[in-house]
């Protein structure tokens, strides 16, 4: 397993102080906008693809992108949707790093949304010099975003496009299936339930009802990534005593408990020779950012593998008001 605390940057430690003392007020007077976007490359292009925006929840489907310069592209989890990512999409851009969002309906089965993502991946391409592309996914995200990587499915990218570079990166994803919906998958239960238990668990979670369980050929079944997925970093979060909410006191309301360790480990996802599993102490929220917490956690980790570039050192105090701006 592969441990962050053990790679964490200089600049890293000087952060989180500066956050600290960023954390006391919110008074903060600058314009990040220019700022934000200053070090993107000159887009050359303008394109529309079907589930593909701009991170936000206008619409803002037209895309600027320049065509020599990789492309992030995040896929948001349940409940959830493209603007909660608009923040991490301004942290990439802070960076010089274009990235946009793919939209699906988080109630629809995951089958058929990674197969959206895979036809978005395709048509993208298309006008791309570079054809390098960094997919993250969160949570539901990233069962949607590895599965539209697999070899074993009709669609799959396999000979649709030419020089395709991926890398995926998944955050807290219940790769071995979620625990409180298992019962979706129980046979017994659909005799005890005299066949209710199909339109229940439908109701409760939408056509993905019998993708998300333990029992499901989706968690099952991974399948093998495809020849064009470099590296696959599987960021498991270990979400025990964390916490979304607080009270004036300080006290927590909410808890930020989501998925276990047991839900994120899969002994057929760790099998692969292209993962690398690292493990964050960190809220299922925390981790990507919330009204508490900046994700300094998960930039770290973004840079320390390379795939946020480097904040440079003098733009450390910066980028520190600029998150506290963000979030």
Known sequence: MYSVRKHTQIWSSLLIGILCLACSTKQVVMDFEPIIHENLPVPNLEITIPGMSNCTNVNDNMLKLNTIEPVVIIVHGCYSSAANYNALAKVFAFHGQQSICFNYNYRDSMMKSSSLLIKAIAQLS?????????????????????????KEREDSLIGQVQDLDLELITISSPFAGIRSADHCGKRIYLFLTLGLQIPICKMLSGDKWDEITSYSDYIREPGHLIPEVQNFFQMITNEKD????????????????????????????????????????AGHTEIIGNQIYSPVKLIQSLQTIGILKPTPEEKIVLFSKMLNYLY
């Open 126 to 150: 298309e006008p791309m010099e570079n054809r390098k592309f960094i997919i993250i996914g969160h949570s539901q995200g990233g069962l949607v975003a590895r599965k539209a990587l697999i």
């Open 242 to 281: 964390s916490c979304r909410q607080v009270d004036g006191n300080g006290q927590c309301l909410e808890d930020d408990y989501v998925f276990s360790l047991e839900e994120q480990y899969y002994h057929k996802i760790a099998s692969s020779p292209k993962v690398t599993q690292i493990e964050i102490k």
